[in-house]
């Protein structure tokens, strides 16, 4: 469960449960001297053999923790998963730079991540060894992705277990590079989902304006309901909304229509509208409509190697006019910070949550375990 304010967002922290100590009886009656002797020479046979055995396994395993170390959890053996922000493409905004974006940068290293703020553009370098990568809406028809941007964020996905957050924007004043931009990337994701060539506006649920939309209603759908928890109100700033692809790349509604492994996570209030701004029209929903429309998904099992995480907002989580990772805006208390950072624990659970041996080390347990099938066995015959 989350804090309620921005600032002193964390984890709680779960304590650790202990066994208590074995006891050991002392036996002292005198006139069972005989029994006494007799059990005491099974005992210290039982526990020989018992020492047998654990010296065997303490020899066995003797050269892998010389060689290795100890096994550790996932989470333990590796250092802190990096987390890749562009910066590169005209996101940077100097006021949320400063206060959304040092906020959200502060409490992602509170969490355990990495924060790389990518100045240059995308490219082998600046992705080398990052787990996660998050692209905000670019602005400015200039700063689109160069191919070599693409083909690098392309080969960085496809060596799975990745989070790939993509975010767009509007249409507005027919801006449609910018999600021809954004969809680019997605597509050599092979994500399932894409943003729809429109705007969203909101008369009702927004912060002082309709195109400063309030996405107010979340997923009841237990897949993604540690993503949601705490949410309720989630600034998303000129936004579009989103669309599915089926098995043949056709376009569909994600409000009627279910994708396989697309979980919609938060949609706009039913007030919402879609108000077109270009030539070009939605390709799965229609102009001038009201609706209840999907702004945020997570797809798992993503990606070509099936193993990654993807997921598309019709909003930026940083950078941009105004972030979801606001608090308040124009008086309007909101909890998009929540969202946010719910949704990288989401991927990081999924990703790397877990228990992880080394495959040596389960052959060596592989081995003890017939040598001790053995031992007992000839044990029980004499």
């Known amino acids: 469960m989350c804090d309620k304010t921005h600032n002193s967002w964390q984890r709680k922290n779960k304590s650790l449960n202990t066994r208590p100590l074995s006891?050991?009886?002392?036996?002292?009656?005198?006139?069972?001297?005989?029994?006494?002797?007799?059990?005491?020479?099974?005992?210290?046979?039982d526990k020989t053999r018992k020492v047998a055995a654990v010296l065997l396994i303490a020899a066995l395993f003797a050269p892998y923790f010389i060689s290795v170390g100890f096994p550790l959890t996932a989470a333990a053996q590796a250092e802190d998963p990096i987390i890749v922000f562009d910066m590169g493409h005209g996101q940077y905004k100097d006021t949320v730079f400063e206060k959304e974006d040092?906020?959200?940068?502060?409490?992602?290293?509170?969490?355990?991540?990495?924060?790389?703020?990518?100045?240059?553009?995308?490219?082998?370098?600046?992705?080398?060894?990052?787990?996660?990568?998050?692209?905000?809406?670019?602005?400015?028809?200039?700063?689109?992705?160069?191919?070599?941007?693409?083909?690098a964020v392309?080969?960085?996905?496809?060596?799975?277990?990745?989070?790939?957050?993509?975010?767009?924007?509007?249409?507005?004043?027919?801006?449609?590079?910018?999600?021809?931009?954004?969809?680019?990337?997605?597509?050599?994701?092979?994500?399932?989902?894409?943003?729809?060539?429109?705007s969203v506006e909101d008369p009702v649920s927004n912060c002082a304006s309709p195109y400063r939309v309030v996405a107010n209603t979340t997923s009841t759908a237990s897949a993604v309901a540690s993503i949601v928890a705490d949410v309720d109100a989630v600034l998303m700033h000129g936004p579009t909304l989103l669309y599915g692809l089926n098995s043949t790349?056709?376009?569909?509604?994600?409000?009627?229509?279910?994708?396989?492994?697309?979980?919609?996570?938060?949609?706009?209030?039913g007030s919402a509208v879609i108000v077109d701004a270009d030539l070009v029209a939605p390709l799965a929903h229609t102009n001038g409509v009201a609706g209840s429309y999907v702004c945020m998904t997570v797809e798992t099992s993503a990606g070509p190697t099936s193993n990654s995480i993807i997921a598309v907002s019709g909003a930026s989580p940083y950078g941009d006019y105004q972030p979801m990772t606001t608090a308040q805006y124009y008086g309007v208390n909101l909890t998009g910070?929540?969202?946010?950072?719910?949704?990288?624990?989401?991927?990081?659970?999924?990703?790397l949550g877990g228990f992880a041996l080394d495959p040596i080390l389960l052959m060596g347990i592989a081995g003890v375990v017939v040598v001790v099938i053995i031992i007992a066995v000839v044990a029980k015959r004499r």
Request: glycine content about 10%; cysteine-free.
């Open 154 to 198: 392309e080969d960085w996905f496809a060596d799975g277990k990745k989070f790939l957050w993509v975010a767009y924007d509007s249409d507005y004043a027919g801006n449609d590079y910018i999600r021809t931009n954004m969809s680019a990337m997605l597509t050599v994701a092979e994500s399932s989902v894409l943003g729809e060539p429109t």
């Open 102 to 151: 040092a906020l959200l940068a502060g409490n992602l290293t509170e969490m355990g991540f990495e924060v790389v703020w990518a100045w240059g553009g995308l490219n082998d370098t600046i992705l080398d060894g990052a787990w996660g990568l998050v692209i905000a809406s670019i602005y400015g028809s200039s700063n689109g992705f160069a191919t070599a941007e693409i083909t």
């Open 249 to 269: 790349g056709g376009a569909v509604a994600l409000e009627t229509v279910s994708v396989p492994n697309v979980h919609p996570v938060m949609y706009y209030g």
């Open 23 to 45: 006891t050991v009886t002392i036996f002292s009656n005198a006139s069972k001297a005989k029994e006494r002797r007799t059990y005491l020479t099974l005992k210290i046979g």
């Open 337 to 351: 910070y929540n969202l946010v950072y719910q949704t990288f624990e989401f991927a990081k659970a999924r990703l």
